[in-house]
């Protein structure tokens, strides 16, 4: 599977407005992680899988000085990104892909992904070049709804029109050592608003009935924190 399928697979994400829709679904979660990662002032930060770089604008606004850059394969998503744009963040996005990232060794004091490192065609490959553009012990937190011990989430395969990596937490463990990572530790995010009433459920290709949605909500996101090795 090439990059040019994920990249037109999500340019059709951003203009079908799914990238707006992801700004919704994700937010709680990534505020949750983002409050405790006490960033420090002037932290240079990768966002992997920007979207439309509602993340990437979060992080570099918190901590003085900070400066984020979101990187996305997906053009159109990116475009979205420079769309809501302020220039009074310190933010930017690039197109490129988690596999052959623009950047020189050692640039980055940490990065974060949400809900997109599955999507990487070459997941390996992807996760020693983030390790490459890291410092020597610089954290790395991805958070991913799309895992084995959240097993309902298995129906969601039908729906990303790209292959993905349905992993474990052993998995993931086991990814993230063979790249050079370490002091792996695994933590489940609720979303603070709960499942919501049902009567305002609407059925989607992912959540079939509120029964199967409210499970897969309070089993909550995975959060995978990791550290560059030194
Ligand atoms: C589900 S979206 C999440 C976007 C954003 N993090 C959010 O929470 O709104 C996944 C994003 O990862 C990007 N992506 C997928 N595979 C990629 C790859 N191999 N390299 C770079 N970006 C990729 C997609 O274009 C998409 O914008």
Redesign the pocket.
Known sequence: MS?EH??R???Q??ADG??AE??Q??GDV?RQVVARLALQPGEQIL??????G??TRLLAKAAPGATAVG????AG?VARAEERHSFTIRARYEV????ALPFADARFDRAF????LY???DLGR?LSETGRVLKPGAPFDAIVDYYKENPLTASWQCCFG?PVHWLSEGEWRAEFERAGFRELRFERVVDSRGPGEESAFRPSHCYRDFATWKAIREAGSLWIHALKGT
């Open positions: 990059h994920h990249a697979t999500f340019d994400w951003a799914l990238d992801m700004e679904e994700h990534v966002d992997l899988g920007c979207g439309n509602w993340a990187v996305d394969v997906a998503m490129a892909s988690f596999e992904s949400m809900e997109a999507y990487a065609v992807a790209v």
